[in-house]
């Protein structure tokens, strides 16, 4: 597979296929299965609901481009997005640099890599927080990011999850598993 620039990738169709690309290289990972998207689901109505009453900034699903690194290929698809009033100016098509906060659910295919590669790159690139959405325990990991450090919490089932990055926001995880 040849090298791939962020404007070649960026000329190909839009399409809602997953893709990222990964230094130069286009990668297609399958579907999520229905139980990923019903939680990613539920998951993105509470959030957006939450910034929009407060006017606290945008969220948006998967797929949507976040180029982390021009220079060197690195555009990621996180599964959810939460960009800040005071940074909506890195949204022109795609999301041109680090959200505050990126969300990942976790599936047995995807687990290993969005706990080390992608949570590596969100760290590197200045994301601020990262969510881990596991389905298996009905838990959220919340991972505060910084240049040389994470502190992570998780939150169960009946626990009320809140973020460093939305400070306003009392989420009870529940509502996430909720059928």
């Given at each position: 597979?040849?090298?791939?620039?962020?404007?070649?990738?960026?000329?190909?169709?839009?399409?809602?296929?997953?893709?990222?690309?990964?230094?130069?290289?286009?990668?297609?990972?399958?579907?999520?299965?229905?139980?990923?998207?019903?939680?990613?689901?539920?998951?993105?109505?509470?959030?957006?609901?939450?910034?929009?009453?407060?006017?606290?900034?945008?969220?948006?699903?998967?797929?949507?481009?976040?180029?982390?690194?021009?220079?060197?290929?690195?555009?990621?698809?996180?599964?959810?997005?939460?960009?800040?009033?005071?940074?909506?100016?890195?949204?022109?098509?795609?999301?041109?640099?680090?959200?505050?906060?990126?969300?990942?659910?976790?599936?047995?295919?995807?687990?290993?890599?969005?706990?080390?590669?992608?949570?590596?790159?969100?760290?590197?690139?200045?994301?601020?927080?990262?969510?881990?959405?596991?389905?298996?325990?009905?838990?959220?990991?919340?991972?505060?990011?910084?240049?040389?450090?994470?502190?992570?919490?998780?939150?169960?089932?009946?626990?009320?999850?809140?973020?460093?990055?939305?400070?306003?926001?009392?989420?009870r995880v529940r509502e996430v598993f909720d059928e």
């Amino acid at each position: 597979m040849p090298w791939t620039s962020v404007p070649e990738y960026l000329r190909g169709r839009e399409t809602m296929r997953r893709r990222e690309l990964v230094y130069g290289m286009v990668r297609e990972p399958p579907s999520p299965f229905y139980d990923h998207q019903r939680f990613l689901t539920n998951l993105t109505v509470l959030l957006t609901t939450h910034v929009r009453e407060r006017a606290l900034g945008d969220v948006c699903v998967a797929p949507i481009d976040v180029v982390l690194d021009r220079r060197r290929a690195l555009i990621a698809q996180p599964d959810l997005v939460f960009v800040s009033t005071e940074r909506l100016g890195i949204i022109d098509r795609q999301i041109w640099g680090a959200p505050y906060l990126v969300v990942e659910v976790l599936s047995p295919g995807t687990a290993k890599r969005d706990r080390t590669t992608k949570l590596g790159w969100y760290q590197k690139y200045g994301v601020r927080e990262c969510w881990l959405v596991d389905p298996i325990d009905c838990s959220i990991e919340v991972i505060r990011l910084k240049a040389r450090t994470m502190t992570r919490r998780k939150y169960g089932e009946g626990a009320v999850l809140r973020s460093g990055v939305i400070r306003s926001l009392r989420l009870r995880v529940r509502e996430v598993f909720d059928e």
